[in-house]
């Protein structure tokens, strides 16, 4: 089959890399010019383990095209998927601007019957707004899907071939049996369904996970009150079948392209249809609180009043973990931002490291200090903060960080390190929930 996939961002570009290597002829477009440029020289523009060998391959085999141009692609495929990016807006809402201007181009071009499967995140409700931008511009018959992406960044490449479930929300049995066969060569189970509910899908499970990390954030809070130790607590409750331990982690708090905006955007989505979704707004506000809580903890190991505006002045703070979760570059909704964002309020000097994302992160953040690996990072510190737990954090060398740190302080916001044995080791060390 001929695809044409919309949008070489993280979706679009795995999408475009397993579709291509499973013997389909597939287009890449996108309006970023340079992107296009670097892609077809085979540099990947963001860090995804193997998605480089993936688009080589198929480049180099002739299955796999890039192009800026709507008429050199979409006129010769018989199904398109949306890929592009729906951000948030200032009110919370899915910002869907990248997803008109996509469905518009891709209307101008369309040549015979052609499925528009949707695979970006976007609301409920829009479906009679889309169609009619389609038969505005259109001349060619169509029909709108919407299979929704579960992919996980850094481990993309396997979640897309063999998925726990591949959501087909369609219209008719044809369009639902022309994704059933693009998608026979991959594992999951099938849930068809129609367009809506595949949409609904997609939101209620990131809404599930978020609540998941709150709730394991909440317990964390009761924990450290109550002088209990959060990682057996959730070891034994997630050791229940019903429930499962997946994104039952304390930490502090969730980030990322799609959570904190698909939970602000579900909140939106749900009052635009006249319900008040009080538990999600409960999910996000445990999770900006979390960031504070991390904070005072460095405050507290710093022996800084928490209550005193700019007193961790003069202090030099080492930051572990820049990208929002290991094995990804993404620093979209990265809880690092704030954290170092409040630091630095609090007039604190920061230097970070992260094995990925530093070069993101300078673009986001100028105004701190970046090193060339952990121990120069943490030499003559006050502090070694964790904030995301690359696998290397944890092979950390504790003697030699107490012989590089100016005071033996860890801040651990993801449990990486086992307490007794940095006490033992001689730190004063926080973690979260115990
Ligand atoms: N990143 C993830 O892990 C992930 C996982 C599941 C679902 N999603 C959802 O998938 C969608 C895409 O996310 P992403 O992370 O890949 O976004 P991204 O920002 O990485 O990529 C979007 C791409 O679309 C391009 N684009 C914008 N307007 C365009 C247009 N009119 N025509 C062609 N290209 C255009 C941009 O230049 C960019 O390259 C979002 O709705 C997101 O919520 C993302």
Redesign the pocket.
């Known amino acids: 089959m001929t695809i044409t996939v ?7 570009l795995v999408t475009a890399a397993v579709f291509s290597d499973l013997g389909n002829k597939v287009y890449c ?4 010019e340079k ?1 296009i440029e670097d892609l077809k020289k085979g540099k990947v523009p963001f860090f995804e383990p193997s998605l480089s060998e993936y688009l080589e391959r198929n480049i180099k085999e002739k299955r796999l095209f890039f192009t800026k141009s709507y008429s050199d692609s979409v006129s010769k495929s018989q199904t398109i998927f949306i ?4 951000p948030s807006k200032e009110n919370g809402e899915a910002d869907l601007t ?1 997803l008109f ?2 469905v518009e ?1 891709t209307a101008k071009n369309l040549s015979g019957y052609t499925l528009i499967t949707i ?4 609301p409920i409700g829009y479906e009679d707004d889309l169609e009619a931008t389609v038969k505005k511009h259109a001349k060619a018959k169509f029909e709108f899907a919407a299979s ?6 850094g481990t ?1 490449i396997e979640d897309t071939l063999h998925p726990d479930r591949i959501v087909i929300g369609t219209h008719s049995k044809k369009a639902e049996k022309i994704l059933l066969e693009l998608h026979a060569p991959i594992s999951g189970e099938r849930i068809t369904c129609d367009m809506r509910s595949a949409q609904l899908v ?1 939101y209620g499970s990131n809404a599930l996970l978020a609540t998941k990390v709150s709730f394991a954030n909440a317990i964390s809070i009761l924990c450290e009150k109550m002088e209990t130790d959060v990682t057996k607590v959730m070891e034994g409750i997630g050791a229940d079948k019903r429930i499962g331990n997946a994104f039952l982690y304390p930490g502090v708090g969730y980030g ?3 959570l904190p ?2 939970v602000l955007a579900f909140i939106a989505q749900a009052s635009r249809f006249d319900y008040d979704f009080e538990l999600l707004r409960a999910v996000d506000a445990i999770n900006d609180l979390q960031v504070e809580r991390f904070v005072n903890k460095i405050r507290r190991i710093l022996n800084a009043a928490e209550d005193k505006k700019n007193n961790l002045y003069g202090f030099e703070i080492a930051i572990l973990g820049l990208a929002f979760k290991p094995n990804t570059d ?1 620093m979209r909704d990265a809880p690092s931002i704030k954290i170092i964002n409040r630091l630095l309020n609090l007039k604190a000097n920061v230097t970070a490291f992260d094995p990925q994302s530093m070069i993101n992160a300078k673009r986001i953040l100028p105004q701190i200090s970046y090193a060339k690996d952990v121990y120069r990072a943490i030499e003559g510190k006050h502090a070694m903060i964790i904030v995301t737990e690359w696998p290397e954090f944890s092979q950390i060398d504790l003697s030699k960080a107490k012989k590089l740190l100016k005071k033996p302080n860890i801040v651990d916001g993801r449990n990486i390190f086992d307490p007794h044995k940095a006490k033992v080791a001689g730190f004063k060390y926080i973690g979260v929930g115990r």
């Open positions: 919309v949008g070489a961002g993280y979706v679009g477009v996108d309006v970023d992107k890929c592009v990016g729906t990248y201007s996509a181009e695979k970006s995140t976007i929704p992406e579960f992919l996980r960044e993309a997609k990322g392209s799609c905006k698909d993404d």
